[in-house]
């Protein structure tokens, strides 16, 4: 039996009258970029999170860009971040002009240890990004209290969280501002590239979409110096469609890591993840850790099982940033994460048989033997 890694045919079957119906509309109306669907969108997606206002984007790596341009992010400051991210979320950072000061992660739930933020704050910091890694939202309560305590803003990358709860607050709510990726193969993903800024201040919401939009207030008259970072009408009909499967879509995923949880929890040498007692966790990436992981993930792959690894390289060890001088040894937990981690096939419409494969060969394959009920 093949197992994917990830099947968008399969959702998009599910859809595709839906789908059709309202990419025909847009087409018949030719509200191409930005425009009536997309606003609905924004409307739908800010209730969705519990925020006042969502804004419309490229992307989910010109939502970071633009929530940091925004909070006034610019030349020669920093902000504080993790190192066990996509590429993207120190990017953001890079785009500003400013540069990012990594904190280690905690290494039971994979997000940004608040006890390391403290220590990485200096009088340049001007913004700190936690990111909900996996699905699972950062411990925000005592991030958002060191944040205040040095009147600093949090913006939360939220890019693989669509629909994550922190102490029954939706991901991008909490923060000053939230940033959501609609790449196809996120939670939430759109038939081509999107993203979004959440946020409950109409002040930054109102210059997000200036920049969003080269500046302009109105027509032809530009405030500031912006970007063109606006969604696709036809990417916000799209999203529109599969909002409303959202919630259901993210509970498949948590029976799924149920199920995995039950068939490999007793694999002694498989480390599985964990939902913290403040979170609700949507499972967008299933990683567990094992010592041999490359061997592993060859090894299932040869059976057809498609697994995935996120992400081999910790940003500070990348070429891109050797600039910074952080070498081998900075983020012992994060490097350690880095080496070990193996994503296993998680999508919604993951059948049983095909998750009893995946822990039947995992099992077999990841030795270590099974310890006692
Ligand atoms: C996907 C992702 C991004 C970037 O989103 P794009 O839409 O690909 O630009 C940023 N941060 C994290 C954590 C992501 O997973």
């Known amino acids: ?64 860009w633009l929530a940091l341009a925004a909070l006034g992010v610019g030349g020669g400051d920093e902000v504080v971040t993790v190192p066990n991210s996509f590429i993207a979320t120190a990017e953001a950072i890079s785009l500003c002009g400013a540069t990012p000061v990594f904190v280690d992660v905690d290494e039971v739930s994979y997000t940004m240890d608040p006890a390391l933020l403290e220590g990485a704050i200096t009088p340049r910091t001007k913004a700190i990004i936690p990111v909900h890694l996996f699905g699972q939202m950062a411990d925000m309560d005592p991030i958002m209290e060191i944040a205040a305590r040095h009147g600093i803003p949090v913006v939360e990358d939220a890019c693989q969280a669509h629909g994550a709860q922190y102490k029954g607050r939706r991901a991008g709510s909490i923060g000053a501002a939230g940033c959501f990726s609609f790449y196809p193969g996120k939670n939430l993903g759109a038939y081509g590239e999107a993203g979004c800024v959440t946020t409950s201040d109409p002040l930054l919401a109102a210059k997000i979409r200036m920049i969003r939009d080269h500046g302009q207030s109105r027509k032809y008259h530009h405030e500031l110096v912006g970007v063109n970072a606006r969604m696709d009408g036809i990417q916000g009909a799209v999203l529109s469609v599969k909002l409303k499967y959202l919630p259901a879509w993210n509970e498949a995923r948590a029976r799924h890591a149920a199920s995995y949880r039950e068939l490999l929890g007793r694999v002694s040498s498989l480390l599985l993840p964990t939902e913290m007692p403040y979170a609700r966790h949507v499972y967008h990436v299933y990683a567990v850790r ?47 994460c880095a080496r070990e981690y193996l994503s296993l096939p998680m999508f919604p419409e993951l059948t049983p048989e095909q998750i009893a494969h995946v822990a039947e060969a995992l099992t077999i394959l990841a030795g270590g033997g099974t310890g006692a009920a």
């Not at 061997?295 to 690894?309: K, M």
């Not at 050797?322 to 350690?336: D, I, K, N, W, Y």
């Open 1 to 64: 039996m093949k197992v994917p890694f990830l099947n968008l045919q399969a959702q998009y079957n599910a859809i595709a009258e839906e789908v059709a119906h309202s990419l025909h509309e847009v087409l018949a109306s030719c509200a191409f970029s930005g425009g009536p669907f997309v606003e609905k969108f924004e409307e739908e997606f800010a209730r969705f999170c519990g925020c006042r206002e969502a804004i419309g984007v490229g992307n989910g790596t010109d939502a970071l």
């Open 290 to 336: 094992h010592p041999g992981r490359d061997p592993l993930l060859e090894a299932l792959g040869v059976q057809g099982i498609s697994c995935g690894v996120h992400y081999p390289v910790p940003i500070h060890l990348q070429t891109a940033y050797a600039s910074l001088g952080l070498g081998e040894g900075s983020f012992p937990v994060a490097e350690r």
